[in-house]
């Protein structure tokens, strides 16, 4: 098995290609260990030293780790797992995981409906090269509420993204959005 890496905008964060499907639909973002127990591939990535968020998406796997060790360091540990993981034919996540529900006014359905095929076609596909996700959370007055995952979790240029980029694609697209906002999980 060839895991292939690539870097993201975060130096934190490293994504993992591991040449096969990760999950079927969907993504899975973990921020601590606790968490993870619902996937036993997150589960064995943070009983690594230093490793600080896992984020599955459909065909990769982004790893952030803390300060207390370089890349060269758990990069080759990192790949172990995952490796170990596919090989032994585990299944990536133990239940359905479902997602929190979205928060939007019921007169607006059809407006946060179309805000969420163009996030599908234009915004995830980029974000998903990065390592990261974007999860549409809600639309009420004018206001478009996402969750950044993965690596666009604390990365430095994710306010960029949002607001230049996002915010500004939405509102092209979409005259009633006003504005584009980041929430907690």
Same mark, same amino acid.
Request: include cysteine; aromatic fraction near 6%; proline fraction near 6%.
């Given at each position: 098995?060839f895991?292939?890496?690539? @870097?993201?905008?975060n130096?934190a964060?490293?994504?993992?290609?591991?040449?096969?499907?990760? +999950? #079927?639909q969907?993504?899975a #973002?973990?921020?601590r260990?606790?968490?993870?127990s619902?996937?036993?591939l997150?589960?064995?990535?943070?009983d690594?030293?230093a490793v =600080?968020?896992?984020f +599955? %998406?459909? #065909?990769?796997?982004?790893?952030?780790?803390? $300060?207390?060790?370089?890349?060269? &360091?758990?990069k080759?540990?990192? +790949?172990?797992?995952?490796? =170990?993981?596919?090989?032994?034919?585990r299944?990536?996540?133990?239940?359905?995981?479902? +997602?929190?529900? =979205?928060?939007v #006014?019921p007169?607006d359905?059809? @407006? !946060?409906?179309?805000?969420?095929e163009l996030?599908? !076609?234009?915004?995830?596909?980029?974000?998903?090269?990065d390592?990261? $996700?974007?999860?549409?959370?809600?639309?009420?007055? %004018?206001?478009?509420?996402?969750?950044?995952? %993965?690596? *666009?979790?604390g *990365?430095?240029?994710?306010?960029?993204?949002l607001?230049m980029g996002? =915010?500004? /694609? /939405?509102?092209?697209?979409?005259?009633?959005?006003?504005s584009?906002?980041?929430? &907690?999980?």
């Amino acid at each position: 098995m060839f895991i292939e890496t690539d @870097i993201t905008p975060n130096p934190a964060t490293l994504k993992f290609l591991p040449g096969r499907t990760v +999950l #079927d639909q969907g993504s899975a #973002d973990f921020d601590r260990a606790e968490a993870a127990s619902i996937s036993p591939l997150a589960t064995a990535l943070f009983d690594l030293p230093a490793v =600080e968020r896992v984020f +599955l %998406g459909a #065909d990769f796997i982004s790893v952030t780790k803390s $300060d207390a060790m370089d890349w060269p &360091a758990l990069k080759p540990q990192v +790949l172990g797992a995952i490796m =170990e993981h596919f090989l032994s034919g585990r299944p990536v996540m133990a239940s359905d995981a479902q +997602l929190a529900d =979205e928060d939007v #006014d019921p007169a607006d359905r059809e @407006i !946060a409906d179309q805000i969420k095929e163009l996030l599908d !076609a234009r915004v995830r596909p980029a974000v998903a090269s990065d390592g990261g $996700d974007i999860v549409f959370r809600g639309f009420r007055a %004018g206001v478009v509420t996402l969750h950044m995952q %993965g690596a *666009c979790s604390g *990365c430095p240029s994710s306010t960029a993204t949002l607001k230049m980029g996002i =915010e500004n /694609l /939405l509102r092209h697209y979409v005259p009633e959005v006003t504005s584009v906002e980041q929430v &907690a999980a």
